[in-house]
């Protein structure tokens, strides 16, 4: 069976950086998407950043020029680069694959201000 196990959240305050790690059980490196959500309280789940072997990139609005998303499919990881965190970002991160379709537990990212 497929797992991802994420790790690398916590509490920073607003600037500073962040890599969170995610690890999948299984072999990444047969094309299929990669991507970070993260859903803060009270709203709904929201795509990220998302990665497909080749290279492709696509980031929400919201982090384009602050957040790298990157797959290291040797080692059968996705991780995300946080930088210039902001409060807005405060939200539970959750690692995701789209096949086969498996999310992580998530990590918690608190940025406070």
């Known amino acids: 069976q497929v797992q991802l196990v994420e790790a690398g959240g916590g509490l920073v305050q607003a600037g500073a950086s962040l890599t969170l790690s995610c690890a999948a059980s299984?072999?990444?490196?047969?094309?299929?998407?990669g991507a970070w959500y993260r859903q803060a309280q009270g709203a709904e789940r929201e795509r990220v950043a998302v990665?497909?072997?080749?290279?492709?990139?696509v980031y929400t609005e919201s982090v384009k020029g602050r957040f790298t998303i990157a797959r290291n499919d040797a080692q059968n990881t996705i991780n995300l680069n946080m930088n210039s965190l902001k409060p807005d970002d405060t939200a539970l991160y959750y690692c995701?694959?789209?096949?086969?379709?498996?999310w992580g537990q998530g990590t918690q990212v608190t940025v406070s201000s």
């Open positions: 990665t497909i072997p080749d290279g492709y990139t």
């Open positions: 299984a072999d990444t490196s047969d094309g299929s998407g």
């Open positions: 995701h694959l789209a096949f086969p379709d498996t």
